[in-house]
């Protein structure tokens, strides 16, 4: 496996470690829906929460999660869509970033609670907006 691969699956377990202490239950990890993915579902009592993990070795560049763009946050969207219709779920849905930097040296975890509202592209025909 890559070394990014590694770190990534790392930060997936550290994230899942961290949601299940703060007393989340985990419903889903890495789940697929027509080529988008979830790193992790979770439930607490009254939300489903739809969580992207994005781990770095170096935050000098760039902040982990600043990297959950537009795109991400669309294609996101659209998979929480497909979950909670496929499992018929009506609770409050909130989208988290938990953003990690993890090296021999440091082991930092950051839980953005409520990090974006759904995002739904839209595309420009004109001179009007259409989904």
């Known amino acids: 496996m890559a070394t990014h691969n590694e770190l990534g699956r790392q930060g997936e377990d ?28 979770a439930r607490t009592k009254k939300q489903i929460v739809f969580v992207e993990v994005k781990t770095r070795s170096d935050d000098s560049l760039m902040l982990p999660e600043d990297a959950v763009d537009f795109n991400r946050r669309c294609r996101l969207t659209s998979a929480a869509n497909a979950y909670i219709n496929y499992n018929k779920i009506s ?20 839980h953005i609670e409520s990090a974006f509202p759904p995002t739904a592209r839209k595309k420009y025909y004109g001179s009007s907006y259409r989904r």
């Open 14 to 41: 550290l994230a899942a470690e961290m949601l299940r202490k703060k007393g989340y239950k985990i419903l889903e990890r890495n789940w697929r829906f027509n080529g988008w993915e979830v790193d992790i579902i």
């Open 91 to 110: 609770l409050d849905v909130r989208f988290d970033i938990i953003a990690i930097v993890l090296n021999d040296n440091r082991c930092d975890i950051n």
